[in-house]
């Protein structure tokens, strides 16, 4: 298993502004990705962070509004940028240990106004 | 477009009382997750199921993997009021040219039980 802090766990933010989300793991790790959960919805995968090279994005997402960083195998960071109200999610940090085994960090709550 | 479809989206029941959850799709997957998760928390991870036809038990809670890997059940026996929460299925598209880690999540399961 994997033990997985995020920072912050909530905040209220401004529409137009930035929010860098940080997420540390207590053991290195290959894969971490970011989800998103909007309200009342399921959880959507964001982008993978790579080590040491550019972040693999999903369809429907972008490197400008939600650029990654990945110092390293224990720390990531996603930066929601020109905030809007549509941008108010849950958005949590993951990273799988194995073969099949992914787990989730507790969640950064958003809410821009 | 791959999808996991849960059932029943809202289940409220009596403590004592023995509940089932579904997660089926059209899709095979290589492997299926069950999560809870609780409000203001992210989800916690209860069991991955690979096989086909695998049973898991995790005390009261029993899963169990369609034969074809296609759908999953989650039973719940003696329910207590800590059972209460929000269950994710979640299903690994990687084998499908999906990123590895992109896991395919259900609408969940909205579980109430009152004491």
């Known amino acids: ?113 | 477009t791959q999808l996991l479809e849960q059932s029943p989206q809202f289940l409220s029941i009596q403590e004592g009382e023995n509940l089932t959850v579904y997660c089926n799709s059209s899709s095979v997957f290589s492997s299926l997750q069950w999560y809870r998760q609780e409000p203001g928390e992210g989800p916690v991870l209860l069991v991955t199921v690979v096989t086909g036809g695998e049973v898991k038990k995790l005390k009261r809670l029993t899963f169990q993997f369609g034969d074809a890997r296609k759908d999953s059940s989650l039973h719940i026996t003696a329910a207590q009021p800590g059972d209460t929460g929000l269950y994710l299925c979640a299903g690994d598209s990687s084998n499908y040219g999906g990123s590895q880690g992109n896991l395919i999540f259900g609408k969940g399961t909205k579980l109430s039980v009152k004491p």
């Open chain 1, 1 to 113: 298993s994997a033990v997985i802090s995020q920072k912050p766990s909530r905040d209220i933010c401004q529409r137009g502004t930035s929010l860098t989300i940080q997420c540390q793991v207590d053991s290195q790790v290959t894969m971490m990705f970011w989800y998103r959960q909007q309200p009342g919805q399921s959880l959507t995968l964001i982008a993978t962070a790579n080590q040491g090279s550019e972040a693999t994005y999903e369809s429907g997402f972008v490197i400008d509004k939600f650029p990654i960083s990945r110092p390293n195998l224990t720390f990531s960071t996603l930066t929601v940028s020109n905030m809007s109200p549509e941008d108010s999610s849950i958005y949590l940090c993951s990273v799988r240990t194995g073969v099949y085994e992914q787990y989730f960090g507790p969640g950064t709550r958003l809410t821009v106004t």
